[in-house]
T-cell receptor, first 112, second 109 residues
């Protein structure tokens, strides 16, 4: 069974802080994704990566960056957290394009 | 214009009935189609996926795809209260998956 682990289930940060959200998958998947989910807006893609040290912008990359130094780990970085980044963040992985995503449990981030 | 559209609901059905969830998409080049179930406060879990026109059945679930009309649907037979959740339609092109905002299903005992 694929396991995608997000480091924190709930996180509270202050405006202006640098925030790291970590995601680790244990199935040697090539592709990893970061989404945020907000009521009425659905899941929106922030960044994705198809290989180590490779990253591509999704639909809403502003205010975020990512790091993929190892195949199993994909980190989302909020350079300077703002209140409009309060959201549920979901990491996902998949072995190849076009096959189902496996999601982590999510991190509910609150920025005050 | 939204790329993947779903009726937000709630769709209310009695226990034992068939629930029909629909999704339309705009990208004619889409190649992969998924249905995810999401309980409140939880992450999405895969229910069905379909790649070809027609029907695909798995237990009480049937996914239907019509590429000419650009819609995909999910039928849930013998609906149970435990099926009450939000159902997300996701449509994939070559590079990425686009999600609808979900349909909330309520199954009453």
């Amino acid at each position: 069974d694929v396991k995608v682990t997000q480091s924190s289930r709930y996180l509270v940060k202050r405006t202006g802080e640098k925030v790291f959200l970590e995601c680790v998958q244990d199935m040697d998947h090539e592709n990893m994704f970061w989404y945020r989910q907000d009521p009425g807006l659905g899941l929106r893609l922030i960044y994705f990566s198809y290989d180590v040290k490779m990253k591509e912008k999704g639909d809403i990359p502003e205010g975020y960056s990512v790091s993929r130094e190892k195949k199993e780990r994909f980190s989302l970085i909020l350079e300077s957290a703002s209140t409009n980044q309060t959201s549920m963040y979901l990491c996902a992985s998949t072995p190849s394009r076009g096959v189902p995503l496996h999601f982590g449990n999510g991190t509910r981030l609150t920025v005050t | 214009q939204k790329e993947v559209e779903q009726n937000s609901g709630p769709l209310s059905v009695p226990e034992g009935a068939i629930a029909s969830l629909n999704c339309t998409y705009s990208d004619r080049g889409s190649q992969s189609f998924f249905w995810y179930r999401q309980y409140s406060g939880k992450s999405p879990e895969l229910i069905m996926f379909i790649y070809s026109n027609g029907d695909k059945e798995d237990g009480r679930f049937t996914a239907q795809l019509n590429k000419a009309s650009q819609y995909v649907s999910l039928l849930i037979r013998d609906s149970q209260p435990s099926d009450s959740a939000t159902y997300l339609c996701a449509v994939g092109g070559f590079q990425k998956l686009v999600f609808g905002t979900g349909t909330r299903l309520l199954v009453s005992p």
